[in-house]
T-cell receptor
């Protein structure tokens, strides 16, 4: 049973525009959410996180929005750059669990 | 000065063999993890150790045995390798266990022939 879903396997955006990556979750016990970025043949790299007590967290060009009632979060990248092209994984966990539950990933391509 | 390192990076072996993958972190973290990314690209937790104590043991065949000689190392030994074990195995670590960011190694690509 997949508790974290990323329904868009891929996304293509022009350089300079906004990239919006979406993630839905089913477990209402999840209270900590993370986004990881992964290049081919490398491990996932932590990007940004958000606790359930917040609805927005911003770090430079990256902003994560959390809508608890909809069990939905999104990652906004603005402006998008070609170096942002990678697979983005959404992950979630609860305070009572140790492991991260990952989505299947969205492959972002930023074209010049 | 890699934070989380794994060896080997690639491993090609025959069915039935026994192999080990090593993981080391130099971040001073207390908790380490093994994840498996299968052919469908799902990343799933296998094991977790906190201060050398096993805290997560998901439904994994007992052919897989983790070993943590100290807080900085978590090795994964696999007996009697099967075709379905082919995957990418990622090691990760975190400072603690509650709302802590996990940092991943580069992965070990295992191919069982």
């Amino acid at each position: 049973d997949q508790q974290v879903k990323q329904n868009s396997p891929s996304l293509s955006v022009q350089e300079g525009r906004i990239s919006i990556l979406n993630c839905d979750y089913t477990n209402s016990m999840f209270d900590y959410f993370l986004w990881y970025k992964k290049y081919p043949a490398e491990g996932p790299t932590f990007l940004i996180s958000i606790s359930s007590i917040k609805d927005k967290n911003e770090d430079g060009r990256f902003t994560v929005f959390l809508n608890k009632s909809a069990k939905h979060l999104s990652l906004h990248i603005v402006p998008s750059q070609p170096g942002d092209s990678a697979v983005y994984f959404c992950a979630a966990r609860s305070s009572s669990g140790y492991a991260l539950n990952f989505g299947k990933g969205t492959s972002l391509l930023v074209t010049p | 000065d890699t934070a989380v390192s794994q060896t080997p990076k690639y491993l090609v072996t025959q069915m039935g063999n026994d192999k080990s993958i090593k993981c080391e972190q130099n971040l001073g973290h207390d908790t380490m993890y093994w994840y498996k990314q299968d052919s469908k690209k799902f990343l799933k937790i296998m094991f977790s150790y906190n201060n050398k104590e096993l805290i997560i043991n998901e439904t994994v065949p007992n052919r897989f045995s983790p070993k943590s000689p100290d807080k900085a190392h978590l090795n994964l030994h696999i007996n009697s390798l099967e075709l379905g074990d082919s995957a990418v195995y990622f090691c990760a670590s975190s400072l603690g266990t509650i709302q802590e960011t996990q940092y991943f190694g580069p992965g070990t690509r295992l191919l069982v022939l």
